[in-house]
């Protein structure tokens, strides 16, 4: 990493010295035989964490949901999602264009959640004219909600409500573990009442590469086979689990802290009148804010003038901004990012 301070996605993360030692030195087989010791060790791992019977490693979150979801849907079937779902804006409509698998977009609450009335709305009736309605994906960490959360109790509600109708539930928990520790519970109060949960290990959680698939052993079975499909089978890949497996056991609850430094720079932000922040950001370890109308330059002129100052952030509207704080920022880089926000403006 160079010396920018680079806010723009906990994406750019690089992996630590311990992930970097437990790599050199991972146990590898042929993972598509089955025979590598270190994605067996994360893939059980993971299982446990998540309190699911199986887990499958591939080599991204985008991976994950569509493996998901081609795993639990036929052709023609059709998955209710968030309008602002990662799975719809950002990953290439696989489900369609890989899956033929149709979308029902309904609009999230604030918080990231649909609301159980909304589903009920897009649950189609038994009917030639229609797709069948097969699936419920939500998102947990919400992304374009904000980084919003969504309650044990909530997810439980999805959970009872879908499955009383015959329909699974897959979550997009890419950064489900900030969920828990933004709440202080258990991942697994996220994630019990659900058929399916993929999570990222290379966002906020530092690994280079990868993410998890979790489930039910049939499910996970499955899922295997799409993988290989989707030309996902990766042999020596343990390479990878092992800072996966550092991930999981040294990274998780050090997450607090990122978002304890997102509410700082959001208070050192705020006091500059030209940003209007979210009302309730940060929830995690995203903030998303506008510049104030007043303010002659767009997003992407002040983003230029920002990285001028080795600040990098993300544009994610003609005013608006996201900053996504993760284990390479420190405190002097949250005074900086501030100050040079206000240089910038003024
Ligand atoms: N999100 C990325 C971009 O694609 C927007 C980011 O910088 O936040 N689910 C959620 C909720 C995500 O935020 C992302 C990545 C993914 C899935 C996909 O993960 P990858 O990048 O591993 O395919």
Known sequence: MNNDIDLRSDTVTLPTPAMREAMAKAPLGDDVYGEDPSINALEELAAKKVGKQAGLFVPSGTM?????????????????LGKRAHTFLYEGGGISTLGSVHSAQVWEQPDGSLALDDIQAAIRPDDVHAPRTRLVALENT????????????????????????????????ARIFNAAVAQGVDVKELTGPVDSVTFCLSKGLCAPVGSVLCGSREFIAEARRWRKHLGGGMRQAGVLAAAGIVALNEMVERLAEDHARARRLAGALAIHPQLVLDPGSPATNMLFINLAEDVKMDAAQVAEKLSAR?????????RRFRLVLHYWISDADVEKTAAVFGEVLA
């Open 64 to 80: 994950g949901n569509l493996v998901a979801m081609l795993s639990h849907c036929q052709r023609g079937d059709e998955i209710i």
């Open 142 to 173: 919400h992304n374009r909600c904000g980084g919003t959360f969504q309650t044990p109790a909530y997810v439980a509600s999805v959970g009872e409500f879908a499955h009383a109708r015959g329909l699974k539930v897959h979550i997009d928990g």
């Open 310 to 318: 080795g600040v990098l952030v993300g544009v994610t509207g003609k």
